[in-house]
């Protein structure tokens, strides 16, 4: 008797391949978004310390107008450079989401497909199972026969 082939097992691949691929994106995404993540803290850091310095230059007594000029302009720098990195954190975290809900779907895909086998596959033992019993009884059958004959004469 021939084993159990599931026809479909090239496309249960291909599932599991996307299933893969949709894992490896994932992972590159987040790593993304931990280092865009990253940067935002250092630029975060790096306007509190303009803060401070600026804070510094205006102490009671001499104003540096210069330095007051050049942090103030630092600062600005700063702050678009931090709105545009918040809009880059953001865009990832969309992102990862997308890859989640990808991956997600590719999963459910790849199970269910799995389940039909595994349906198929039970089918096919029982069917076997049945074959198999049918078989048995036949020769059972006979063999009673041929016995019941050789006992007759």
Known sequence: MKGFHFRLESVLSLRRHKEEMRQTRLAQSLRSLEAEKNRLESIENNLKMGLARLAANVQPGELD???????????QH?????????????????????????????SRDRKALEKLKESW????????????????????????LINQGAEVD
């Open 78 to 106: 700063m702050e678009a450079e931090l709105r545009e990195q918040r809009k880059r954190v953001e865009a990832w975290e969309r992102q990862v989401a997308e890859d989640i809900d990808a991956l997600l779907k590719a």
């Open 65 to 75: 107008i210069g330095a007051i000029g050049l942090e103030s302009s630092y600062l």
């Open 121 to 144: 596959k039970t089918a096919f033992l029982r069917e076997a199972t049945r074959k198999e019993q049918n078989g048995a009884e036949e020769i059972a059958m006979t063999r009673y």
